[in-house]
């Protein structure tokens, strides 16, 4: 879609960096122009009618003129804040490792509205969410299949044949399941648990709204969270920093706010649930 | 410009400049041209500043402020309150708040905020030698006085949670409010939210 010299639209703010004076560097996923640098001039001034509107992971309506170098944000005006992300260190870590998978799978300027509306429905459960680590696997399956590297989680990626629901292998070169005979097709597949298996199928056919609502154990959680790195390193080659973040939150686990929920497990789970306390504590 | 037509000794200048943060490649070379015409002393003066600024200056090993004695001079300022401790992310804000002239305990900079997104973690800034200093010192109150951004919002959930549990010292930071000359309709939710919170009797 060609742009006009100066163009309305709705973005989240992905990153942003000091600029000039008292400028900010902006780098925006729109919902009609897919990634895009803009500079919001005085932004880190705090008297500026831009400052509270162009914060990381907020949501605003822009007005935007193209420049000779670099587009100048003209207006910003906040439509969603998430403000819980700012209040809970655990949080904003989840929100920067979505805000930072987005950027990472994104070219500039690659329009893509069901993102747009993937990556701010996920700030929003982010914010709200007792389950962020639920919440984290559906993000990234859900942003897998837009972009055209849905995981096959019902055929063997080798032979095709059916997959039942029990211990497999993941492929992430051939991008999905390996049945047990076909596990010499990849040599580097992981092992993936029946469980595992069950609970990607379900979040991967699923809206939140049916999702959200999964326990699992944290053994599962974490199987899960590993093949799911797995992949996802495998088709970026490189770690997400956010992700290691994470990992060095947790060394302090006892000092922050657990990523899950306390409470029974339920649903998709099918061996018997072990004491509650086990299964969400770190160590 | 093409950058066989320069000497090479005005090309490395225009290089320089445009690794410094907001120079672009034009105000770059425009930099160097001023440079290369002005009078007297000043290309001279300025290298020499430069020469000084790395040769000359150190960080306190006290509150990690730059300084060229170490400890710095607030640090050995007797008419300080020395049981005031403000925690800044960035040498400027020193400056920033001394120019208030409303604060008159002792500083201790961090060197940065934390970032997921950048990966820069609590051991990438002097948090454990705050943590040191306080174990060590005898301060009655912790002044975080982080920026009003995500990074210094996580920074001081992070403080906030580690010097939770020193005994005998009080925590406290900056009000979130409304800017001097800010009219109301313009102030985003978040400020407005955190001023309600934050409001005073009258
Ligand atoms: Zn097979
Ligand atoms: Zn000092």
Not at chain 2, 82 to 96: F, Y
Request: charged share 30%; with cysteine.
């Amino acid at each position: 879609m060609p742009r006009e010299r100066t163009y309305r639209t709705e973005a989240i703010v992905l990153r942003r960096s000091d600029f000039g004076e008292a400028d900010r560097l902006l780098t925006l996923f729109s919902r009609e122009y897919g990634k895009v640098r803009a500079i919001a001039k005085g932004a880190r001034k705090p008297q500026s009618r831009k400052t509270g509107h162009v914060e990381l992971f907020m949501r605003t309506r822009f007005l935007v003129a193209e420049g000779r170098n670099l587009d100048i944000v003209t207006q910003a005006e906040m439509v969603e804040g998430y403000n819980r992300l700012r209040d809970d260190l655990v949080r904003t870590t989840y929100a920067s490792y979505a805000v930072e998978l987005l950027d990472r799978f994104t070219a500039d300027e690659d329009r893509n509205p069901q993102l747009y509306d993937l990556l701010s429905d996920t700030l929003r459960s982010l914010a709200n969410t007792d389950n962020m680590l639920l919440a984290a696997r559906f993000y990234e399956l859900h942003l897998l299949s837009l972009l055209g590297y849905r995981p096959q989680l019902f055929k063997c990626v080798s032979c095709g044949e059916g997959i039942e629901e029990q211990d497999q292998y993941y492929s992430a070169e051939l991008g999905g399941l390996l049945c047990p005979n076909c596990r010499q097709a990849d040599l580097k597949a992981h092992e993936i648990s029946g469980a595992a298996v069950k609970v990607l199928r379900f979040l991967q056919t699923r809206q939140w709204q049916a999702a959200q609502n999964l326990r699992l154990r944290r053994e599962l959680h974490t199987e899960l969270e590993e093949v799911m790195y797995y992949y996802l390193t495998y088709i970026l080659e490189r770690n997400l920093k956010s992700a290691d973040f994470l990992q060095r939150l947790r060394r302090e686990a006892r000092l922050f706010a657990t990523e899950v929920a306390r409470g029974p497990t339920t649903a998709i789970e099918d061996r018997p649930q072990p004491d509650s306390d086990q299964e969400i504590e770190y160590e | 410009m093409a950058s066989n037509v320069l000497p090479r000794s005005v090309q490395r200048l225009i290089d320089e400049f445009a690794r410094l943060p907001g120079i672009g490649p034009k105000s770059a070379a425009r930099l160097t041209f001023y440079l290369l015409r002005a009078a007297g002393d000043q290309a001279l003066d300025l290298s020499a500043a430069l020469h000084d600024l790395k040769e000359k200056t150190t960080l306190c090993s006290n509150c990690f402020n730059i300084t060229e004695q170490d400890p710095c001079a607030i640090c050995l300022d007797d008419n300080r309150q020395r049981e005031l401790l403000c925690v800044v992310e960035e040498p400027l804000d020193v400056v920033a708040l001394e120019r208030s002239r409303a604060y008159k305990g002792l500083y201790h900079v961090l060197h940065g905020a934390i970032s997921p997104v950048e990966g820069i973690g609590p051991e990438d800034l002097k948090i454990e030698e705050l943590m040191n200093r306080l174990q060590h010192g005898d301060f009655g109150e912790v002044i975080i006085a982080t920026n009003a951004t995500l990074e210094g919002d996580a920074t001081t959930l992070y403080l906030q949670r580690r010097l939770a549990g020193i005994e005998g010292l009080r925590l406290t930071r900056l009000a979130r409010g409304l800017s001097v000359g800010g009219d109301l309709e313009y102030t985003d939710d978040i400020t407005l939210t955190r001023a309600l919170e934050g409001r005073q009797s009258l």
